[in-house]
């Protein structure tokens, strides 16, 4: 059925059924922020629990649950789902295009990550969330008693297969949906690593979803792959899970790459240096980021020569990533430097993610390994990593593409305070915990002993997450009292690219006329040698738009019915889950719906013409 | 209200003589490379089901005939021969690429010799 005109809709109903990309791109990042905030209250107690030596804070159980739940929270629910909120959001706006190329697919996706999220953290009230670390090795997590674990397969399977979904959609998007003259090598950086992401993405999660396929067989239906008794071999859950993690790692840290190339140029005002440098490496880091996963294992006993070979190949990555942090340096080498708190963000990046590269490079040779493995040492690296490149991408890009997003300029002196905050909070909890780790303090313990130096280190970790803390309310109620900025909310920052083309709030055709490419930097160059404003591709006629669509709640809802269902062993609700996942897809086949069209009159009228 | 917006509409009309053309040599090649595949995979079973022919060469063979089957399914049956599929191929390939690097020094790692 195509209608002329959408049909008049509840605003809960919009948005549970929206297929907009711009609308899942800013339910990405509202659930994303609250998965945040969870982890970093977990974070939180464990650093209370480790600010004394035998504290009692929390008992160890609750300690290693909490651990648990912290990691696989961060990663999965809340550094990932932000970072997808962004590539929605700004993605197709760079392009030129007026959706993905799959918008129900993509409203899938979404839905997907937002139950496995939710099914993970209901363990909290069922006896007892996974407590087997982020990486749940066998045996330990085999034989974890209860369900916590059970629990942890099924709501990673269920949110992974929704980051698939939505990996492919961008791929599909980014090849096929570019506006007229948006080459791929005038594709912005942002959506070039978006790009390259969705490739990891593609080729890395499979090996998660057979190692949580693998471990759910052994612990729900008596298989034995894990199990050395039986002929099992448990050396093979850590190959599959790396083989997935650490492309899982570039997974997060090339978006932010891409912010950062976006925001330095923007407030240096000086085109990206090393454009096509810059594209290649990003390309190489992808593929050696396959090429490395053993540099999580040297310590297993794979054998000198292959400890040496995987050695190597992680050092090769830091040839890439330099050319990156130069070209970074190159762009800023005379610019006209403008501190916003996004750019301060990216320029804070620089020497913090730099410190992590090089904890990195130590952690990868093989023979010093034995010493730094399974100790603070690492945490301090992912973390100086995660949060100075991650985090503090996932702010820049709050800061930078807040108007754009959401209608109204954040606040920038309570951003500049928050900025500090948490700059300072996150050096002084992560850069003690190299020497905590060189002391020989274990990762993953839930508590210390007195009298081994290791009072002082921990209790000023702890006051740098507490700031962390404070500052994070901060940027809370800069969020919320910044709504009144509402003017100069189009092109606040003079942007070079596409999506500063468009009016804020953006109008959900994007573009009532698909824009002509002409340069990099599209908008830039329109600016400088043209009118300011982009040429148009067509004439204006009526827009195609998609229906909403509730199915991919249902969808979403079915596989987590079906996931209880294999929890508790109780197979009829596994097969009513599955039922109302397939009876939904079924519909969505057999029903046909051509979407509607929006009216040329309507789009003058939003472009401010009669 | 323009129907040439709507990706997912009905098409209308017939095809021009050149499309008919070539619709119609894209059917026989469908039909000769169905025919070739049936080929193969009879090969394939007789190579087995004899007992003139050793393992030793029967297995590998075999695979061999799987290969060029997988490869065949994709770019006559999935089309990835057609024009722009430059992504496509570029994407499988890369994977398969990777994959089979994966899968062999997964192999290499697991087996009971430590290098
Ligand atoms: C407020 C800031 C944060 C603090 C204070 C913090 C603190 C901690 C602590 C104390 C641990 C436990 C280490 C151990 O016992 O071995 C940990 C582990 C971990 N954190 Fe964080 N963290 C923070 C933010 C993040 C973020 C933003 C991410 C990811 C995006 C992250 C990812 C992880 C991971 C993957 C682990 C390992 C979990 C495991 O071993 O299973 N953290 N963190
Ligand atoms: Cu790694």
Known sequence: MSNAKAQPKSVLWDWLTTVDHKKIGIMYMVAGLFFFALGGLEAILMRIQLMFPEFSFLGYQTYNEVLTMHGTTMIFLAAMPLLFGFMNFIVPLQIGARDVAFPFLNSLGFWLFLFGGLLLNVSWFTGGAPDAAWTAYVPLSSDSPGHGVDYYVLGLQVSGAGTLIGGINFLVTIINMRAPGMSMMRMPLFTWSTFVTSMLILFAFPALTIGLLLLMLDRIFGGAFFDVAAGGNVVIWQHLFWIFGHPEVYILILPAFGMFSEIIATFAKKRLFGYSAMVFATLIIGFLGFMVWAHHMFTVGMGPVANAIFAVATMAIAVPTGIKIFNWLLTLWGGRIKFTVANLFALAFIPSFTMGGVTGVMLATSAANYQFHDTYFVVAHFHYVIIGGVVFGIFAGMFYWWPKMFGYRLDETLGKIFFWLFLIGFHLTFFVQHFLGLMGMPRRVASFLDGQGLNEMNLISTIGAFMMGVAFIILVITLIVSRKNTDNVDDPWDGRTLEWATPSPVPEYNFAQTPLVRELDALWHEKYEGDGKMKAAEPLDDIHMPNGSILPIFISLGLTVASFGLIYSTHVITVIGLLITFGAMFVRSIKEDHGYHIPVSEIKRGKGER | ?115
């Not at chain 2, 129907?3 to 053309?21: C, F, I, M, N, V």
């Not at chain 2, 004899?50 to 999935?78: C, N």
Request: aromatic share 12%; glycine share 6%.
């Open chain 2, 1 to 115: 209200m323009s129907t040439h917006l709507d990706p997912s509409a009905p098409l209308q009309g017939s095809a021009s003589k050149a499309t008919e053309r070539k619709l119609k040599q894209e059917a026989r090649t469908q039909v000769v490379s169905y025919v070739f595949m049936i080929f193969i995979t009879s090969t394939a079973f007789l190579t087995i089901a004899t007992d003139i022919i050793p393992s030793s060469f029967g297995i590998p063979f075999i695979l061999l005939l799987a290969g060029v089957q997988v490869v065949m399914q994709l770019y006559f049956f999935m089309h990835m021969k057609d024009k722009g599929t430059g992504w496509v191929n570029a994407m499988i390939w890369s994977g398969m690429f990777v994959a089979a690097i994966t899968v062999a020094t997964l192999m290499l790692l697991l087996g009971i010799n430590k290098y």
